[in-house]
């Protein structure tokens, strides 16, 4: 399975997630759900607060996401 293909079953597991129980990723005043993007063959978050996107990677800075350290290292795994 290519990043492409992981990233679409990833995607849907956080759309999933959203739909259901506190809503994890979903923003209703913004009606967006976080995703996770391939830019320059690189994992990026968009938040579906800011709509920022974050380098998903250890050691780089999580400014612009909009939940926790816990919610942070989940995405990280």
Known sequence: MDK??????????????????????????NNRTA????????VYIVDHRTGEEIYAYEGFSHKGFSHGGTMWAMNLN
């Open 35 to 42: 995703s996770m993007i391939l830019k320059n063959n690189r």
């Open 4 to 29: 492409k293909e992981r990233l679409e079953v990833v995607n849907n597991l956080i759309k999933f997630i959203s739909e259901r129980g506190r809503r994890f990723f979903y923003s209703g005043s």
